[in-house]
């Protein structure tokens, strides 16, 4: 008599549910990765596309100044990251990671059509500048409640052996969104436009085709499937508010912001700054600057994974040392000399020198943040103390600079941001390394 297997039975074998499992978590990976790098494309078009489009709405005869206005607004968006953190990390530990993914892109894509309409001084007065301000507002939201929950969502996808490497690309898509913008900027200024048409109007089409790709990455995410983590978590978790759980963590919360620190000054240094620097300070064309950029980020994104896989095999602890030590003693030089050099080749070499430093936080900041604490508060927890640490010291990287620049002691910045990775050096070398006591099994 033939013997019937149970209902619940798989008939398939151990290496096709390895296979399906490492398929499903793949496709996660894609599609949460693809909706960060539309985001983080929508909100570096500010930065990659200031220098045509400052002038419409802060009327000046002072290049560094009208950057220096823009560059304000810019950390204008880094303000709200905060409360777009609280916001969107409560909803992802309420109600799931992937209703706050997709909610955070609908958000980006509002502000990014709000960019792109919004009239110029010249017609509006006033308001113009009042409304671009609103709009990086609205994209500060998002990206404020973007970063901890695809920061978890990716980390708790990932396999334990592999989460290094699956994590940092979430530094892939970040840098990629960017290198995007920058693609786009080249695109118009050789194939498309003239530079009179780019000042005058062309500005906006990068953020209409930015509002356009956020609505296709909304579709996508809305088919995500949830975390297992998240599930589990559900089962068990108690009432109460995320910020009431969130408390009960205080030295990890301070650990967020101690690892942030230097990290995201250094990060916008070499990506929002860095255009404006070699444009202002070294002197490069428009065309040099976008080529030195656009290659030094294909550097940057190249290096991720490289390091993500290198700190599941010793540890994420090596690399923070590693690049709190190289910060500390090469960024000024690194710097002094990036900023006497007139050759192009020259800056995009000293650029990749730098990344190479600082690769060593970005491709592991995310995995360390989310193996400090357990499901319930992951997203919150990562996100709200991240988003404080990069409203102060990353969004402000660009105004910093460019206000040393105004007054004439430049060099004071390379100061600065050399002190903020010492600081953060201190935190590195005095934590536990979060790979052998990671808290990603931990729900409540």
């Known amino acids: 008599m033939a013997i019937q297997a149970p209902a619940d039975f798989d008939a398939r074998t151990g290496d096709e549910l390895d296979l399906a499992d490492v398929r499903r978590r793949l496709k996660a990976i894609f599609v949460g990765s693809i909706g960060n790098l539309v985001e983080w494309y929508d909100f570096y078009a500010y930065a990659a596309f200031a220098l045509y489009f400052a002038h419409a709405f802060f009327p000046s005869h002072d290049p560094v100044v009208q950057q220096l206005n823009a560059a304000m607004l810019f950390a204008a968006g880094f303000i709200v ?3 777009g953190g609280w916001l969107f990390g409560h909803l992802a530990d309420t109600w799931g990671r992937r209703n706050a993914l997709t909610l955070s892109v609908v958000l980006m894509c509002f502000g990014s059509l709000m960019i792109a309409v919004t009239p110029t001084y010249d017609t509006i007065g006033i308001a113009a ?33 592999h989460r290094g490497f699956y994590s940092s690309f979430q530094y892939v898509t970040l840098i990629g969104g960017q290198l995007c913008a920058i693609v786009v900027l080249l ?5 498309v436009l003239t530079h009179e048409e780019l000042l005058a109007w062309g500005w906006r089409i990068p953020f209409v085709i930015g509002a356009c790709l956020a609505v296709v990455a909304a579709v996508m995410r809305r088919n995500l499937h949830e975390t297992d983590a998240f599930k589990e978590a559900q089962k068990t978790k108690r009432p109460g508010g995320s910020l009431r759980a969130l408390a009960k963590y205080p030295r990890e919360v301070l650990l967020v912001v101690g690892l942030t620190m230097g990290g995201t000054a250094a990060f916008y240094t070499y990506t929002t700054y860095m255009q404006k620097f070699l444009r202002l300070s070294v002197g490069l064309t428009p065309d040099q600057t976008t080529l030195v950029t656009a290659g ?8 991720q994974p490289l390091y993500g896989a290198i700190s599941d095999r010793i540890g994420r602890k090596v690399l923070l040392i590693g690049f709190g030590v190289a910060g500390t003693l090469f960024t000024i030089p690194l710097l002094m000399a990036l900023q006497e050099t007139r050759s192009a080749l020259t800056a995009f070499l000293l650029i990749c020198a730098a990344w190479l ?5 970005t491709s592991i900041n ?3 943040k989310a193996e400090l604490f357990p499901t319930a508060v992951r997203a919150t927890g990562v996100g709200l103390p991240y988003a404080l640490t990069v409203s102060i010291f990353g969004g402000t990287a660009d105004s910093v600079a460019l206000g040393f620049k105004s007054i004439g002691h430049e060099d004071w910045f390379f100061y600065y941001l050399t002190g903020l990775i010492a600081v953060s050096l201190v935190v590195y070398a005095t934590m536990r390394d979060t790979k052998a006591t990671s808290a990603m099994n931990r729900h409540v």
């Open 81 to 83: 990251r905060p409360l």
């Open 129 to 161: 500048p009042v409304l671009l301000g609103l709009a990086r507002v609205v994209q500060g939201l998002s990206l404020g409640g973007e970063y901890g929950t695809s920061a978890t969502y990716l980390t708790e996808v990932a396999d334990e052996k």
């Open 187 to 191: 695109v118009l200024q050789k194939l």
């Open 296 to 303: 030094s980020l294909v550097f940057a994104l190249l290096l």
């Open 357 to 361: 430093i600082v690769t060593g936080y």
């Open 366 to 368: 995310a995995v360390v």
